[in-house]
């Protein structure tokens, strides 16, 4: 009769559970989703500061549209993050969290599969709502498909790798997860910041009749000034509906946006002023009013077409004879741009700043300009139709393709680069360079280009801008 053996219980670890494979595979997405939320944030730069992304191709295939969207304004604006930079938070969660499961793999049972579970559900949530705002924007964002792909690749890996543990350890799942989200939020606070924020259009006073502004001053006094009026405070225009309409303006201002403000008039106030060649292209305006604004545009730059909105809407607002508009052209093109480095290649900018030159002297230039920005032509053709119902084709082509024109184009783009142009638009008033920020102009139209007034007085202390300009794109790169 045999004697038993007593076998001592084995101590070698029980083959892993998880595929190995998925959670390397759900690192390399997030990591591949980290570096295009970055570049998508750089080209929401470019977008907000003159240029345009690769993503803007029509008014149908236009993310800038998208990131511009009632949506990803209040994102912003709550959050001080923009859209992007929420994508690059939750990029690093998706390299984060499978990283640390991937070293052992048995956090999957104390909370891991659980934290990988949320991470998913979270992506796919933030895909659900910027496809929502992308259908109500009306435009399609290519950029953005790229993320939704990414996302859900990410959420399919993780999730089968973590099946065999479900939503096990729920609360420390969570926790885990939330608490990496929130520490790349803060880090990213920062630069989110520093990103300039949608420029939104103006909501400005009517103007009241002179005798109704009177009337309105005789019957209730102007508030006292405060005790500490503040850097900009100063004497009011004299000017009754200007008075009135600045008053009632700055009032309508919430604090952000006078910090913002106060800021701007800090930038405007240490300028120097440069010289200002004799005026060629006046295209809004009275010739002999007091202010002089010049911009340097681009035909495809949404900030350019915001500046031509707004200066629109502030001559339908104000009294008549307080500034003129003269046109400039800096197409952000190297094929006629010697300031710019990148070359496009038909040119497409070039043949719009060129036919807007063209236009020059005709009644109907400003408005030919607002249909040039509206098309966001992509290519000469384009150009061509938009204009069309202000000058004949076959003419207009053969004056964009002179030599006066041409000679015209860069003597706006010399003229441009003495002011040490960083990007589109470059806005001057009387040869001071100003932010081309809807309610600063509006402010410093009515008080003819200064700084102080009395409706400034409620303005904080400035802070200190940063030194690269937060308005402008470098062209030269």
Same mark, same amino acid.
């Given at each position: %009769?045999?004697? $038993?053996?007593?076998?001592?219980?084995?101590?070698?670890?029980?083959?892993p559970t998880a595929n190995r494979g998925l959670l390397g595979a759900a690192v390399a997405i997030?990591?591949?989703?980290?570096?295009?939320?970055?570049?998508?944030?750089?080209?929401?730069?470019?977008?907000?500061? !003159?240029?345009?992304?690769?993503?803007?191709?029509?008014?149908?295939?236009?993310?800038?549209?998208?990131?511009?969207?009632?949506?990803?304004?209040?994102?912003?604006?709550?959050?001080?993050? $923009?859209?992007?930079?929420?994508?690059?938070?939750?990029? #690093?969660?998706?390299?984060?969290?499978?990283?640390?499961?991937?070293?052992?793999?048995?956090?999957?049972? *104390?909370?891991?599969?659980?934290?990988?579970?949320?991470? !998913?559900?979270? /992506?796919?949530?933030?895909?659900? !709502?910027?496809?929502?705002?992308?259908? =109500?924007? &009306?435009?399609?964002?290519?950029?953005?498909?790229?993320?939704?792909? #990414?996302?859900?690749?990410?959420?399919?890996?993780?999730?089968?790798?973590? *099946?065999?543990? &479900?939503?096990?350890?729920?609360?420390? !799942?969570?926790?885990?997860?939330g608490a990496v989200v929130v520490v790349s939020l803060l880090g990213l606070l920062y630069p989110g910041q520093q990103t300039p924020h949608a420029q939104q259009k103006l909501a400005l006073p009517s103007p009241a009749t002179p005798s109704a502004a009177s009337s309105t001053s005789n019957a209730a006094p102007a508030p006292a000034a405060p005790a500490t009026p503040g850097p900009f405070g100063g004497p009011s225009t004299g000017d009754p509906v200007r008075d009135d309409l600045l008053t009632?303006?700055?009032?309508?201002?919430?604090?952000?946006?006078?910090?913002? %403000?106060?800021?701007?008039?800090?930038?405007?106030?240490?300028?120097?002023?440069?010289? #200002?060649?004799?005026?060629?292209?006046?295209?809004?305006?009275?010739?002999?009013?007091?202010?002089?604004?010049?911009?340097?545009?681009?035909?495809?730059?949404?900030?350019?077409? %915001?500046?031509?909105?707004?200066?629109?809407?502030i001559a339908r607002t104000v009294p008549p004879g307080l500034f003129v508009v003269e046109a400039r052209h800096f197409p952000l093109d190297g094929a006629c741009n010697p300031?710019?480095?990148?070359?496009?290649?038909?040119?497409?900018?070039?043949?719009?700043?060129?036919?807007?030159?063209? %236009?020059?002297?005709?009644?109907?230039?400003?408005?030919?300009? /607002?249909a040039l920005f509206a098309a966001r032509a992509q290519t000469p053709e384009a150009v061509y139709e938009a204009l069309k119902p202000f000058r004949d084709p076959a003419k207009l082509k053969q004056c964009v393709e002179s030599d006066a024109a041409k000679k015209k184009l860069l003597d706006d783009v010399n003229a441009a680069m003495q002011f040490n142009i960083e990007g589109t638009p470059l806005v001057l008033l009387n040869g001071r360079e100003v932010r081309a920020v809807p309610p600063l102009l509006y402010a410093l139209i009515l008080t003819g280009g200064s700084?102080?007034?009395?409706?400034?007085? *409620?303005?904080?202390?400035?802070? $200190?801008? $940063?030194?690269? /300009? =937060?308005?402008h794109v470098g062209h030269a790169h």
């Open positions: %009769m045999s004697t $038993p053996i007593d076998v001592a219980p084995s101590t070698t670890p029980s083959p997030g990591v591949a989703n980290a570096l295009w939320s970055l570049f998508q944030w750089a080209e929401l730069l470019l977008a907000r500061q !003159g240029g345009t992304p690769f993503c803007s191709l029509n008014a149908t295939f236009d993310c800038a549209q998208v990131w511009d969207s009632p949506f990803a304004v209040a994102v912003h604006d709550v959050t001080r993050i $923009p859209i992007a930079g929420w994508g690059l938070a939750w990029a #690093l969660a998706a390299v984060i969290v499978p990283l640390f499961v991937l070293i052992d793999e048995r956090r999957l049972a *104390s909370g891991g599969a659980a934290a990988l579970r949320f991470t !998913g559900l979270a /992506g796919v949530a933030s895909v659900a !709502g910027l496809g929502a705002a992308s259908a =109500a924007a &009306g435009a399609l964002c290519l950029g953005c498909i790229g993320t939704y792909a #990414l996302v859900i690749g990410w959420t399919l890996c993780a999730w089968r790798a973590s *099946s065999p543990h &479900g939503f096990a350890a729920p609360v420390r !799942g969570a926790m885990g997860a009632r303006f700055m009032a309508t201002l919430d604090d952000q946006t006078k910090q913002t %403000m106060s800021d701007l008039l800090a930038a405007y106030r240490d300028g120097k002023p440069g010289v #200002l060649a004799e005026p060629r292209a006046v295209v809004l305006g009275d010739a002999k009013a007091p202010l002089r604004i010049t911009d340097w545009t681009d035909p495809l730059c949404p900030h350019c077409a %915001m500046l031509h909105e707004v200066l629109a809407e300031g710019v480095q990148r070359k496009s290649p038909d040119g497409t900018r070039c043949v719009g700043a060129l036919a807007s030159i063209c %236009m020059e002297g005709d009644p109907r230039a400003f408005e030919a300009s /607002g700084w102080q007034n009395a409706a400034f007085a *409620s303005l904080p202390a400035p802070r $200190p801008l $940063p030194a690269d /300009g =937060a308005d």
